[in-house]
């Protein structure tokens, strides 16, 4: 029998679902069975849970229903564990290093306790303090195990399920389960305390709560705020059956009614239902008033008495009364703007024009990316909707002569990005646009995450530097209502790096269409245009960006390389979409490098290249959809990995071959293993991983979903990956 049972519901969190499991199984004290509860087979998080499965013989998964809830989700981890304590944690919450090892050691102390309480701390995920509000509850409390009436201020309500481990023979003898519906830590904290005989407490600090940018569920408006008073008198009412002394009863009750109280005092949580709400709580607090309660001082004890006399009229004229006061407290002046925002505040007022759609890509660099792929099957499924890509000044040539275009920071701009109902980017508007009720943002993204994004960059100091405010991330964030995602790490990436309610749609990448649907003659064509010798192989080189360096190097002698790796091979250099073009280094010979850096589209390129050598650029992932080989270049891996940080150890799981050094990548190209059987395995095993939603229809996908509005049963299913057929690559032209 395991000493400890840690049982972790995971609805919901597969982008934070990995460091909360690694969290328990890294623990020093190692006798434990950790309980994951997935909600269905194959769901993000049952992969998730099946893949630490299989890498530790203590992970016991167990399956819950969605409908369950966290509740049913908790019951079905209590029905499955042996161990002899049980703790409880959130899918996205941390168990401290050491944790476990201190609770042991605590127990030792006390002997057997039905409950021991522990600290917490809550962790914003963006900006704010850390907080520590179990601190004040713990310390006054005995220094050894004691009876519950002795720390009669401790009922168990204040703190949340995963701040105490619980006697598995203590809750299965009381017949404890977490009750059903919305807040049901308030009813598991109130039952299990007042079922407890022997308790003790850790003035230790041994979870780490990260919360939600959207703040709890239970905060959010709706009929489900009723169902705190559905676990206040149950939990009032046991106390009751248990014949609960009054001096406990009293602080049970107050700290019960302080919640119900918060609730009642804010109407938008209680959109409809506020007057019910409050009799049915009036006649509870009347029914349950412990003997000898003495309301609490102040505007509270006001609020105290208007409850248990029902007055909901003159309760809800000191909530307005409250509210009036604070706002004039908070009121700060706007600032005035601009002349062409005061003409984009008037534009603001006009109705959105229905049929109009902007796009922009890498911030107004020109006609690219998915923002391309969609306009232009917007152009053939929704002829109707007029699209207007936005651009940088300069920058207008990048944009094809038919396809309407605003410079960005002009009137039409402004205009545009008013009245439009859909707006589509493959980054970020810029901070001054509003987003109107009733407008679609999409938010495509321009490639799967090897590097760390968003707020998971707040750690690393050089991109965090660079980044700037957090919270204005997040704000722009605020705009999405669709996310795209090529594959499911991307999906869970998304997730934990931008925080927000947009929607995630698993439909691939549009920009990656192409490589499922180019002939032959396409491929023949882009070779023309880049200018690639007949009958020689086209190696494209793509070096991503590094935060801690200044300006683009190249980093490998190209010249040096063609020389090494064959006569026929010759490079086409792509630096990172940051500069505006490469640089070879090399003698003055004639030379085998291709600067394609300023080429407009990447995907061209991509498909003019029979293999590519890259280090840590994502275009690695759109290129495995082509199925031609991949070399890593990662001569600084360890470097990248301490400053920007990634995603999954690429060294382990990489998409060919991997060089540290220019001669091992040169032997790789001269002796033809880039494009053997090892580099063919390691290639299906990453594309069955990063390729699942790129079939050649997400653009389709997003149109019709997005721009028409039909319903995600009417799209067309995702092409399995073996049955796609790829782009052919010139050198198997020339072979065929």
């Keep these: 029998m395991p000493r400890f049972s840690i049982i972790v519901p995971s609805q919901g969190v597969a982008g934070r679902l990995s460091p909360a499991l690694d969290s328990v199984l890294a623990q020093s004290f190692g006798d434990l069975e950790l309980i994951p509860v997935y909600d269905a087979s194959g769901s993000p998080t049952a992969d998730v849970i099946a893949a ?59 002997g057997d306790v039905d409950l021991l309480y522990f600290e917490h701390e809550r962790v914003p995920w963006w900006e704010g303090e850390t907080t520590n509000p179990a601190a004040a509850l713990l310390a006054k409390t005995p220094s050894g195990a004691f009876a519950p009436g002795r720390a009669p201020g401790l009922t168990g309500v204040q703190l949340p399920a995963w701040s105490a481990v619980y006697r598995r023979s203590f809750v299965a003898d009381a017949r404890l389960a977490f009750p059903d519906g919305h807040f049901t830590d308030i009813g598991w904290g109130g039952l299990t305390t007042v079922a407890a005989e022997r308790i003790a407490a850790l003035r230790s600090v041994l979870v780490r709560h990260r919360l939600r940018r959207q703040g709890s569920r239970l905060n959010l408006p709706g009929t489900h705020q009723g169902e705190l008073l559905d676990q206040v008198d149950l939990v009032l009412t046991r106390a009751a059956e248990q014949g609960l002394s009054a001096e406990r009863a009293r602080p049970l009750f107050e700290q019960l009614f302080a919640v119900v109280l918060k609730t009642a005092s804010r109407p938008e949580r209680l959109p409809s239902g506020r007057r019910a709400f409050f009799r049915r709580a009036a006649r509870l607090y009347r029914h349950r008033r412990p003997d000898g309660f003495r309301v609490p001082g102040g505007s509270l004890g006001v609020q105290h008495r208007l409850l248990a006399a029902g007055a909901y009229t003159a309760f809800r004229a000191l909530r307005g009364a409250n509210r009036a006061s604070a706002a004039l407290t908070e009121h700060l002046p706007r600032p005035r703007m601009l002349r062409t925002r005061l003409r984009y505040a008037r534009d603001l007022r006009r109705p959105l024009d229905p049929n109009l759609a902007v796009y922009c890509a890498y911030w107004g660099r020109g006609y690219a990316c998915s923002p391309a792929a969609i306009h232009a099957k917007a152009r053939e499924l929704a002829p109707h909707i007029r699209s207007v890509f936005l651009v940088e000044a300069g920058q207008e040539h990048a944009v094809p ?121 396409d491929v023949a064509r882009v070779r023309r245009e880049l200018g690639i010798p007949e009958g020689k192989t086209a190696v494209l080189y793509a070096p991503t960006h590094r935060d801690h360096q200044t300006g683009f190097e190249t980093g490998l002698d190209l010249e040096a390389f063609c020389e090494a790796a064959g006569e026929d091979v010759v490079v086409l250099l792509r630096a990172h979409y940051f500069y505006d073009q490469g640089r070879s280094q090399g003698s003055g010979r004639i030379s085998r490098v291709i600067d394609v850096t300023a080429h407009r589209s990447s995907e061209d390129v991509c498909l003019a290249a029979d293999a590519l050598i890259t280090d840590y650029s994502s275009i690695m992932f759109d290129y495995a959809n082509l199925d031609r080989p ?107």
């Design 630 to 736: 991949i070399v890593v270049y990662a001569d600084d891996w360890e470097v990248y990995q301490e400053t920007r940080g990634v995603c999954f150890d690429l060294m382990a799981e990489p998409p060919g071959p991997v060089a540290r050094t220019p001669g091992e990548l040169a032997r790789i190209f001269r002796d033809g293993s880039y494009a053997g059987p090892e580099s063919r395995a390691l290639r299906a095993a990453f594309r069955e991983r990063f390729c699942e939603f790129d079939d050649g229809l997400a653009a389709e996908r997003v149109v019709r979903r997005v721009l028409l509005g039909e319903p995600p049963e009417a799209l067309p299913p995702v092409i399995p990956l073996a049955e796609r057929i790829p782009a052919p690559a010139a050198a198997t032209l020339v072979r065929s």
């Design 401 to 521: 002569e038919d396809v309407e275009y605003a410079v960005i920071g002009g009137r039409r701009y402004w205009e545009v990005l008013a009245r439009a109902k859909y707006l589509i980017n493959n980054a970020n508007f810029a901070e001054g646009v509003v987003k109107r009720p009733g407008s679609v943002h999409v938010q495509t993204q321009h490639g799967t995450p090897l590097k760390k994004m968003g707020v998971d960059q707040s750690t690393y100091p050089v991109v965090a530097a660079q980044t700037g405010s957090f919270a204005k991330l997040l704000g722009r964030v605020d705009r999405w209502d669709f996310n795209l995602s090529s594959n499911r790490h991307s999906t869970q990436v998304w997730e934990r790096a931008f925080p927000g309610s947009y929607e995630a749609l698993e439909y691939g990448y549009p920009r990656n269409d192409v490589y499922c649907t180019a002939r032959a003659d």
């Design 52 to 110: 630490h499965a299989g890498q530790d013989p203590r992970v016991a998964p167990v399956n819950s229903p969605p409908s369950a809830g966290l509740s049913g989700a908790r019951n079905a981890g209590m029905r499955a564990a042996t161990g002899t304590y049980l703790l409880f944690l959130d899918g996205d919450d941390i168990l401290l290093p050491g944790a476990l090892a201190a609770l042991d050691a605590r127990l030792a102390e006390t």
